[in-house]
């Protein structure tokens, strides 16, 4: 099968830049427009992460206050532009962490990642060019001088541990000369200019609307490029690394407990549990293995095998869970992480929620992904996607499913042909999320 070509719906982000003078209430401003849109999917970025790590020299001369931290040289762009640059495209983003106490970057990172907007406010938000070339909307915030003093002084003592008479000093050093050589012709390349800041109800609609506006075409636009990976594999034969269940007595048997609407909650889960340790057993066989001779308990020798490198599993939450015993049962000590796709009520897509995974997956030799049913493939798709974003070859992964719609699988597959599929029956039609719902009892 072709490899198909699938963007996820946080792929392309929207990034809003937000500038202004110190003080003039960029990142209130950002918090009121995220919550104007109540959403999980937008996120702020500040500028402060992307100060330059100083030399000892100008280490002694920040503690005296005697450093301009206002000037675009003390921002490090090639950094900020790389990182906005992954975000943009969907990727993994690992941003640095800057202590103004310290006056230096800190060994931890802050991760962002799959945020479908993102709002970049600082001092210097759109005065890169490549910034500028990354902005979907550019704002300048504009508020009284006075003002802007007053709220950096509270900021700078309260927060950043610095006394007042260190303000004032750098407020007419650096700050306030900077802001007309290189902070307020920033004004002139904005697409809205906001005074007032957080009092500008108008301007906060506005841009909000501009957002939803946003949102609502990519949602379309995702939907669509469902529709068409449906399209293309809509009569194409299963893969080759799709793994069916061998259908023996034994499994139709379970087969017939389960989907019949009469079996008692206990014996379902007992039954279901029987057949997902059967789903991992047969996905182990996925996993490599070399020769190994052991000498037994008798004396004698044998030459056996053992597994390469280390096998995980990534639960997709809730259904995922009813996987876990059987996996448990196969593979007591398989280390686990966790994230969560919902369908959105709004728009009928999945939706990335939560994630949890863990730190070195990217070498692990096999990544087992448990879902209980696939229907259309929205949610796998978006599953096996967050996996390859941190660093997890698709040849290494290994979806572990009960039940799959054919449409739904050679729609993964057509995006994925590397990766493999462990799949107890698959069916022509789409149907409700059952399982988890007997599973579970809710």
Same mark, same amino acid.
Request: proline content about 5%; glycine content about 6%.
């Given at each position: 099968m072709q490899k198909a070509h699938y963007s996820p719906p946080w792929a392309n982000t929207s990034i809003i830049g937000v500038a202004g003078s110190s003080g003039s209430g960029k990142t209130s401003l950002a918090l009121a427009i995220i919550a104007e849109l109540s959403l999980p999917w937008v996120v702020i970025m500040s500028m402060d992460s992307f100060y330059k790590p100083l030399t000892p020299e100008q280490s002694e001369q920040a503690f005296r206050n005697e450093y301009d931290f206002d000037a675009p040289e003390a921002i490090d762009f090639e950094i900020l532009v790389e990182k906005l640059r992954q975000i943009k495209e969907g990727k993994k983003a690992e941003l640095p962490v800057y202590s103004f106490e310290k006056h230096a970057r800190l060994e931890k990172t802050m991760t962002i990642y799959s945020p479908h907007v993102l709002i970049v406010e600082g001092i210097f938000a759109l005065h890169d060019q490549r910034v500028l070339d990354m902005l979907d909307l550019k704002i300048f915030a504009e508020a009284d001088s006075d003002l802007c003093l007053s709220r950096r002084l509270l900021r700078d003592v309260q927060y950043r541990g610095r006394d007042i008479e260190g303000c004032i000093k750098q407020w007419f050093s650096f700050v306030k000369p900077n802001f007309? $050589?290189?902070?307020?012709?920033?004004?002139?390349?904005?697409?809205?200019?906001?005074?007032?800041?957080?009092?500008? $109800?108008?301007?906060?609609?506005?841009?909000?609307?501009?957002?939803?506006k946003t949102l609502a075409y990519k949602s379309k636009m995702h939907q669509n490029e469902l529709k068409r990976l449906g399209k293309i594999v809509e009569d194409a034969p299963l893969s080759r690394n799709v793994l069916? !269940?061998?259908?023996?007595?034994?499994?139709?048997?379970?087969?017939? !407990?389960?989907?019949?609407?009469?079996?008692e909650r206990e014996d379902f889960i007992f039954y279901f549990d029987r057949i997902a340790a059967l789903l991992i057993e047969r996905a182990t066989e996925c996993m490599h293995y070399e020769p190994q001779?052991?000498?037994?308990?008798?004396? $004698?020798?044998?030459a056996g095998l053992r597994q390469i490198g280390e096998?995980?599993?990534?639960?997709?939450?809730?259904?995922?869970?009813?996987?876990?015993?059987?996996?448990?049962?196969?593979?007591?000590?398989?280390?686990?992480?966790?994230?969560?796709?919902?369908?959105s009520w709004r728009t009928g897509e999945p939706?990335?929620?939560?994630?949890?995974?863990?730190?070195?997956?990217?070498?692990?030799?096999?990544?087992? !992904?448990?879902?209980?049913?696939?229907?259309?493939?929205?949610?796998?798709?978006?599953?096996?996607?967050?996996l390859v974003d941190h660093g997890v070859p698709e040849e290494n992964i290994v979806f572990v499913t009960y039940y799959a719609g054919k449409l739904g699988v050679n729609r993964m597959?057509?995006?994925?042909?590397?990766?493999?599929?462990?799949?107890?029956?698959?069916?022509?039609?789409?149907?409700d999320r059952w399982i988890e719902r007997r599973y579970i009892g809710c």
């Amino acid at each position: 099968m072709q490899k198909a070509h699938y963007s996820p719906p946080w792929a392309n982000t929207s990034i809003i830049g937000v500038a202004g003078s110190s003080g003039s209430g960029k990142t209130s401003l950002a918090l009121a427009i995220i919550a104007e849109l109540s959403l999980p999917w937008v996120v702020i970025m500040s500028m402060d992460s992307f100060y330059k790590p100083l030399t000892p020299e100008q280490s002694e001369q920040a503690f005296r206050n005697e450093y301009d931290f206002d000037a675009p040289e003390a921002i490090d762009f090639e950094i900020l532009v790389e990182k906005l640059r992954q975000i943009k495209e969907g990727k993994k983003a690992e941003l640095p962490v800057y202590s103004f106490e310290k006056h230096a970057r800190l060994e931890k990172t802050m991760t962002i990642y799959s945020p479908h907007v993102l709002i970049v406010e600082g001092i210097f938000a759109l005065h890169d060019q490549r910034v500028l070339d990354m902005l979907d909307l550019k704002i300048f915030a504009e508020a009284d001088s006075d003002l802007c003093l007053s709220r950096r002084l509270l900021r700078d003592v309260q927060y950043r541990g610095r006394d007042i008479e260190g303000c004032i000093k750098q407020w007419f050093s650096f700050v306030k000369p900077n802001f007309h $050589k290189y902070v307020e012709p920033q004004r002139e390349v904005a697409d809205i200019i906001v005074p007032r800041g957080i009092e500008n $109800k108008v301007a906060i609609s506005m841009v909000s609307d501009r957002i939803r506006k946003t949102l609502a075409y990519k949602s379309k636009m995702h939907q669509n490029e469902l529709k068409r990976l449906g399209k293309i594999v809509e009569d194409a034969p299963l893969s080759r690394n799709v793994l069916v !269940l061998q259908q023996t007595p034994q499994v139709v048997g379970i087969h017939t !407990l389960l989907m019949g609407g009469d079996v008692e909650r206990e014996d379902f889960i007992f039954y279901f549990d029987r057949i997902a340790a059967l789903l991992i057993e047969r996905a182990t066989e996925c996993m490599h293995y070399e020769p190994q001779t052991v000498e037994t308990p008798i004396g $004698k020798t044998y030459a056996g095998l053992r597994q390469i490198g280390e096998t995980s599993a990534v639960v997709v939450l809730r259904g995922g869970s009813v996987l876990e015993t059987g996996l448990k049962r196969v593979i007591p000590d398989c280390r686990t992480g966790r994230m969560l796709i919902q369908t959105s009520w709004r728009t009928g897509e999945p939706e990335l929620h939560y994630r949890k995974l863990p730190d070195d997956i990217a070498t692990h030799e096999r990544v087992l !992904l448990l879902g209980p049913q696939m229907s259309s493939g929205g949610a796998a798709l978006m599953a096996v996607r967050v996996l390859v974003d941190h660093g997890v070859p698709e040849e290494n992964i290994v979806f572990v499913t009960y039940y799959a719609g054919k449409l739904g699988v050679n729609r993964m597959m057509s995006v994925f042909p590397g990766m493999k599929v462990v799949v107890g029956r698959v069916v022509e039609d789409l149907e409700d999320r059952w399982i988890e719902r007997r599973y579970i009892g809710c």
